[in-house]
């Protein structure tokens, strides 16, 4: 474990490349237009009116007493992997923060966080923020989901003596020839870092070569994830509204993608007048928006978050609230996986393989590439190049019960084999978890 005295953090501040010395002046000197900035994103229904000060760094919260490991991750699907590593580490008797950036993480956070666990926006990346947030918390070990690496936040707990782990590190080969740019920043904000946990190990390479001085391939956490709940009394709710209807569903989906599925709904009608699209797209504010393209294509749509009942009349029924895809799951048999038609990288597969869906897809999914390769391999998913193949594999596994059932037996199979890296993760946290139980008992 690290230990921070004057002298090692002035060498710290020696270390810093002249990239990363720019970015900590530009980002000071735009602290006092941070105002300006919240307020817009608060009126974009992107900030929580009543939680703007803990991303100045400020919270009303006071600091757990005994050791605290700190967990940041973005948004929803960084927090999501975290929460069984969360779980797992609380159960130890340790107090544990997460933190995360958006609003729809932090709602996620309040249904999903084990009790004792503390959620915090993360503080806009000024020094000053950063600092103010660190001074409260005085996290013992700090562990980054995947791959957002801001660098106050990174820099600041160096000097502090923070020892900091990269979790389920993820680079795509997109993002790794971008960083491949500004490799001096880049290696300098991974060569601080403990230990980078990378998911894979094409991950790993990259993550090598871009500085970070000690890697582990642990396999990726996603696949540890338990499948997301649902209600028992909204999925039988639900069942009861639908009655003997084929359901299909599109999860996560990204714009552009929308318009697409509505085209294939309307021509797949012709063959299954009461089928049902079940859509939640992977950001619930643009429920409206995706109600709106409904309407223009003939459809009615129902909005899950104005209370529109799922009933005999609803052609589309939009899931525009967090922690929907749960329910979806369980009611289609035929999961869409959105982000992948689009540019985007693709969404999480795994929750769907996991509750028994037959899986499509688009060619855009470098987000997950190892996980849908071998999908794709095991047959276990399908990859559709555009909405006419979307609505010919739709048609095929509406008319085909036996093969439905094949491709998704073959999708849960794949994905449980796959599994393990939970496990591995702590393996490779004990150490640091073991020394904070030490200084907790002589404390």
């Known amino acids: 474990m690290k230990s921070s005295t004057g002298a090692e953090t002035a060498a710290v501040i020696e270390r810093v490349p002249l990239a990363l010395r720019a ?83 932090a709602r996620l956070a309040q249904q999903r966080l084990p009790r004792g666990v503390i959620h915090q926006f993360v503080p806009l990346d000024t020094p000053r923020f950063v600092s103010r947030f660190l001074d409260h918390w005085r996290p013992n070990l700090a562990l980054f989901v995947e791959s957002d690496l801001w660098p106050n936040l ?92 084929p359901v299909i569903a599109a999860a996560s989906t990204h714009p552009g993608e929308e318009a697409m599925l509505m085209d294939s ?80 990288g693709g969404q999480n597969p795994i929750e769907a393989a996991k509750l028994g869906a037959a899986l499509l897809h688009g060619p855009h999914v470098g987000n997950f590439t190892d996980i849908y390769a071998a999908l794709d391999q095991a047959r276990g998913a399908e990859r559709v190049e555009d909405a006419e193949a979307l609505t010919m594999r739709l048609g095929a596994l509406l008319s085909d019960p036996a093969a439905r059932a094949r491709v998704a037996d073959a999708a849960r199979v794949t994905v449980e084999a796959l599994g393990g890296a939970l496990d591995r993760t702590l393996g490779a946290l004990d150490p640091y978890l073991m020394q904070l139980r030490i200084e907790q008992s002589h404390a």
């Open 23 to 105: 970015y900590r002046l530009l980002s000071a000197a735009a602290e006092p237009l941070t105002p300006i900035l919240l307020t817009y994103r608060r009126r974009r229904g992107k900030e929580h009116p009543a939680r703007m000060d803990e991303r100045r760094g400020r919270s009303k919260i006071p600091r757990p007493r005994g050791p605290l490991v700190w967990v940041h991750g973005a948004s929803v699907g960084e927090l999501m992997t975290a929460f069984p590593l969360v779980e797992r580490i609380r159960a130890r008797g340790v107090g544990v923060l997460v933190t995360s950036g958006t609003i729809t993480s």
């Open 154 to 245: 990174i820099l600041e707990s160096t000097s502090r003596g923070v020892p900091m782990i990269l979790v389920n590190g993820r680079l795509s080969e997109s993002s790794f020839q971008r960083w491949r740019y500004m490799r001096g920043m880049i290696a300098g904000l991974l060569g601080r870092f403990d230990l980078c946990l990378a998911r894979t190990r094409d991950d790993a390479e990259r993550f090598g070569e871009l500085g970070a001085p000690r890697i582990i391939t642990t396999g990726n956490l996603k696949l540890d994830v338990p499948a997301p709940p649902a209600s028992d009394i909204m999925l039988q709710s639900a069942r009861a509204a639908i009655g003997k209807r």
């Open 265 to 344: 709904f309307r021509r797949l009608r012709q063959s299954f007048p009461s089928l049902l699209l079940l859509l939640a797209p992977r950001h619930p504010e643009r429920g409206p928006g995706i109600a709106e393209i409904a309407a223009a294509a003939g459809l009615n749509a129902s909005l899950r978050s104005r209370g529109q009942p799922l009933d005999a009349k609803t052609d589309v029924y939009i899931a525009d609230t967090v922690g929907e895809l749960g329910l979806l799951y369980r009611l289609a048999t035929i999961v869409f996986i959105g982000g992948s038609l689009v540019r985007h």
